[in-house]
């Protein structure tokens, strides 16, 4: 049974940083491309961040661009989210995800103040 766990959400003073991990289990994803994603109250969940199948190809929302870094390590089967410098904008859900499948984690809470 393939499942992907969030974790490392909190909350945090604006300008601070977290770090969010997804350790995936179940079977391996060395494969396939992953992503972050995030949903805030009353919005549509939306795209983070997504790396591919190497680590080598990342891409950015505007809004995160070089304030977040996406990586993952195969050996690990995890995949992580860097986050500096923290807005309140960035208040959300955060979810992970494997690309093209119907496998999402929990979701992890990160509460940004002002």
């Known amino acids: 049974q393939v499942r992907l766990v969030e974790s490392g959400g909190g909350l945090v003073q604006a300008g601070g940083s977290l770090r969010l991990s997804c350790a995936a289990s179940?079977?391996?994803?060395?494969?396939?491309?992953m992503g972050w994603y995030r949903q805030a109250p009353g919005k549509e969940r939306e795209v983070v961040a997504l790396?591919?199948?190497?680590?080598?190809?990342?891409n950015y929302a505007d809004s995160v661009k070089g304030r977040f870094a996406i990586s993952r390590d195969n050996a690990k089967n995890t995949l992580y989210l860097q986050m500096n410098s923290l807005k309140p904008g960035d208040t959300a859900i955060y979810y992970c995800?494997?690309?093209?499948?119907?496998?999402w984690g929990q979701g992890t809470q990160v509460t940004v103040s002002a």
């Open positions: 790396i591919n199948w190497s680590g080598d190809t990342t």
């Open positions: 995800n494997v690309a093209g499948t119907p496998w």
């Open positions: 179940g079977r391996s994803f060395i494969n396939y491309g």
